[in-house]
């Protein structure tokens, strides 16, 4: 599976959009990429994955570029509650061993 | 649906003592997983199962035993504490490896003196 890479941490102001971004340049052509956060200690929670369109839900939207060797995870209005690990990870049917990198750590400042 | 579900919540354990950590889910799912977290990393997997009766090795499965004999339970077991095992450990589960979003559960906060 594709190894993804994050930055460590970011800052963002409340009511402003919160870009975060992935990189994952030896993902293969079957490899969805998935996004997770981690509020505090509490266990990982799933936001959204994509293949190669860009998709969007009630929580978020993530943009794939058209290589798909990054994408973005976008929060529209970032809220406090916004602040949490979030974590891009690349898996693909069969992939057994699913993995996670150290994520990037959001603050959304008042 | 409870979802994922763990036992116990914390444990304090001596170095040597043994145990056993619960999962449980309830939402029929084929694929498990269990996962630990150390202060300020991210999550590293320890052992993982396709489906009862299947389990391998994740990234760090030295002193951790599991073993599938049910779809719904997936046990890590603490053979001999070590300082080095405490930890968070969090539990997943998905309805197939790689293909659907992971499930996971609210974590066991375990310390070993």
């Known amino acids: 599976d594709a190894k993804t890479t994050q930055p460590p941490s970011m800052d963002c102001a409340e009511g402003r959009a919160a870009n975060l971004p992935c990189n994952h340049s030896?993902?293969?052509?079957?490899?969805?990429v998935y996004w997770y956060r981690q509020i505090h200690s509490q266990g990982p929670q799933y936001i959204i994955h994509?293949?190669?369109n860009n998709e969007t839900n009630e929580m978020a939207s993530l943009i794939i570029t058209e290589d798909r060797k990054s994408s973005t995870l976008i929060l529209p209005h970032a809220t406090l509650r916004d602040t949490a690990v979030y974590y891009c990870?690349?898996?693909?049917?069969?992939?057994?061993?699913?993995?996670f990198g150290t994520g990037t750590r959001l603050t959304i400042i008042p | 649906n409870a979802g994922v579900t763990q036992t116990p919540k914390f444990q304090v354990l001596k170095t040597g003592q043994s145990m056993t950590l619960q999962c449980a889910q309830d939402?029929?799912?084929?694929?498990m997983s269990w996962y630990r977290q150390d202060p300020g990393m991210g999550l590293r997997l320890i052992h993982y199962?396709?489906?009862?009766?299947?389990?391998d090795q994740g990234e760090v499965p030295n002193g951790y035993n599991v073993s599938r004999s049910t779809t719904e339970d997936f046990p890590l077991r603490l053979l001999s504490a070590a300082p080095s095992q405490t930890s968070v450990y969090f539990c997943?589960?998905?309805?197939?490896?790689?293909?659907?979003?992971?499930?996971f559960g609210p974590g066991t906060r375990l310390t070993v003196t």
């Open positions: 997943a589960s998905s309805i197939l490896a790689g293909k659907y979003e992971q499930y």
């Open positions: 030896t993902i293969s052509g079957n490899e969805y």
């Open positions: 994509g293949l190669k």
């Open positions: 990870t690349a898996q693909n049917f069969g992939n057994e061993k699913l993995t």
């Open positions: 939402m029929n799912h084929e694929y």
């Open positions: 199962s396709v489906g009862a009766g299947i389990t």
